[in-house]
């Protein structure tokens, strides 16, 4: 079983920097690829970022603007997110899968993020 918290969202201005945590654990929990998506009212759940390794990933929708790491020593992902928009309003998970093409098999509780002046 692994266990994601996740903190940081909040009410913010468009221009504006936030920067998200996950903080992973259980038995398992280092073994595990962690990954961010978002969903926002009415959409469907989208990727956002992720790390393997040295590599990050990130959304075409997020790139140059949010910037994706990782703790392995804490076991925690990072997300900063700068020049936020509106259209990033959108509830922020974390999620833990054994493989990048994998079914996430753990997911956060999730945490809000708005976007707005």
């Known amino acids: 079983q692994v266990l994601l918290v996740e903190s940081g969202g909040g009410l913010v201005q468009p221009g504006g920097s936030l920067r998200l945590s996950c903080a992973a654990s259980?038995?398992?929990?280092?073994?595990?690829?962690l990954d961010w998506f978002r969903q926002a009212p009415g959409k469907e759940r989208e990727f956002v970022a992720g790390?393997?390794?040295?590599?990050?990933y990130y959304a075409d929708s997020v790139k140059g603007r949010f910037t994706v790491s990782r703790d392995n020593a804490k076991n925690t992902l990072y997300l900063q997110m700068d020049n936020l928009k509106p259209e990033d309003t959108a509830v922020y998970y974390c999620?833990?899968?054994?493989?990048?093409?994998?079914?996430?098999?753990?997911w956060g509780q999730g945490t809000q993020v708005t976007v707005s002046s």
């Open positions: 259980g038995r398992t929990s280092s073994s595990y690829l």
């Open positions: 999620a833990a899968r054994r493989t990048t093409a994998a079914t996430p098999d753990y």
């Open positions: 790390v393997r390794w040295s590599s990050t």
